[in-house]
């Protein structure tokens, strides 16, 4: 697999963001159309094989996967709500939740601070919880349970500019 400097540049530039146009134009593509050179970019063999091969380099590098999206994605969709609250039906302090929930369940915390002998303190009034349901959604997807499949495609495209490349050079 042979790949020219900017294609290289492109795949590199394609992992920040999964941007096709974007990646296009940092890696420097002089082309009229940085949309239509980003899925050209996409479209190529060896430019995709490169693209999955840097992805798995980097999960490996990172320790994230499938298995450790799905699991992780699992255990924040199971995480109960009570075990944020103390046997008296109190909030405890952030310190004291489960770790899952230190980690992004919280999307948010309103604090109400108050000040007693000149030192302020702050209580926890509201807790704005993440979308489970979109968790959930992604679960689906991932396992492949289609109940939460927006729309089916076809892609009847695939192919396509290679053989309008070869039937406009047959005319030619």
């Known amino acids: 697999m042979s790949l020219t400097p900017l294609q290289e540049r492109f795949c590199q530039e394609y992992l ?16 009229q159309n940085l949309t239509v050179a980003g899925s050209e970019f996409l479209a190529n063999p060896n430019v995709a094989a490169e693209i999955d091969r840097l992805k ?3 999960s490996a590098a ?3 996967d499938a298995n450790w999206l799905l699991t992780r994605l699992a255990a ?15 909030l405890k302090e952030v310190k004291d939740w489960p770790l899952i929930w230190r980690k992004g369940l919280v999307n948010g915390i309103d604090i ?3 000040e007693v002998d ?5 209580e926890i009034v509201k807790i704005k919880v993440s979308d489970r349901v979109r968790r959930l959604e992604l ?7 289609q109940a939460f499949q927006e729309n089916v495609s076809h892609n009847i495209f695939d192919g396509l500019a290679e053989r309008l490349e ?4 047959r005319e030619g």
């Open 139 to 145: 679960i689906g997807k991932h396992v492949a349970v």
């Open 76 to 90: 924040e969709a199971e995480a109960d709500v009570a075990d944020l609250y103390d046997d008296a039906g109190h």
């Open 166 to 169: 070869r039937a406009s050079r």
């Open 112 to 114: 109400n601070v108050t």
């Open 62 to 64: 990172t320790k994230i």
């Open 16 to 31: 920040k963001d999964l941007n096709a146009t974007q990646a296009a134009e940092r890696a420097g593509s002089k082309a």
């Open 118 to 122: 000149g030192v302020k303190m702050g």
């Open 56 to 58: 798995q380099e980097r």
